[in-house]
């Protein structure tokens, strides 16, 4: 499946379908023919974009915990809200920097899949 098709609006659930499960239909389409491999295509799409969207802020924690833990042997000091605080402070400055560019890449995705459910109910 091509990068364009999964970006178009819903035409990658036309290339999944074909011969899947038909379950009962909501709509006044009757049918709806949500087939195993668009459910697991769904599902990644989403978990895809919340590895995506979650990467910063979990990557900077670890960066800091990881340099917070090695001032904490260098020193020897095992206060424990040396670790707590700038976790926080990071992941502030993180959604700080990079908020804007989380929300409009959760933006897109909602937007691709809304888009896309009348060519689902079909």
Known sequence: MSRDSRTNGGAFAAELRGGGVRTAGRGSHGDSAVT???????????????????????????LTGLLVSIFQVVTQVQEMSLTFVPKLVTIFFVILVFGSWMLARLMAYSAHLLQSI???IQ
């Open 36 to 62: 195993p491999d668009l459910a697991l295509e769904l599902g990644r799409q989403m978990l895809w974009t919340a590895m995506i969207i979650g990467a910063p802020i979990i990557g900077a924690s670890m």
């Open 118 to 120: 009348p060519s689902l």
